[in-house]
């Protein structure tokens, strides 16, 4: 199995590799979803000058969702 790599990613890009077989809207949605509704990932996130809103993840954003949800596709 392919490593994950750790690089700046859209939402939807992002949500895709949690949720392959979902649109590009609901993929996002739902990963914040899990995003939102984990208040020790939205507290490290808003470390990083994480904002709502926001539609790219910096490297450092996706090490912690990945940090805390666990890496895609395992």
Same mark, same amino acid.
Do not use: C
């Given at each position: 199995? %392919?490593?994950? @790599? @750790?690089? #700046?990613?859209?939402? &939807?890009? !992002?949500? !895709?590799?949690?949720?392959?077989?979902?649109?590009?809207? $609901?993929?996002?949605? &739902?990963?914040?979803?899990? =995003?939102?509704?984990?208040?020790?990932?939205? %507290?490290?996130? /808003?470390?990083?000058?994480?904002?709502?809103?926001?539609?790219? !993840?910096? #490297?450092? &954003? =996706? $090490? !912690? @969702?990945? /940090?805390?949800?666990? /890496? #895609?596709?395992?």
């Amino acid at each position: 199995m %392919k490593k994950f @790599i @750790i690089r #700046p990613y859209r939402i &939807q890009e !992002l949500g !895709l590799h949690y949720f392959p077989y979902s649109t590009p809207n $609901s993929a996002s949605q &739902q990963l914040m979803r899990w =995003v939102y509704y984990n208040p020790y990932l939205m %507290k490290d996130l /808003e470390k990083t000058s994480y904002r709502v809103g926001q539609r790219i !993840l910096t #490297p450092r &954003q =996706v $090490s !912690l @969702i990945i /940090e805390h949800l666990g /890496e #895609p596709g395992t």
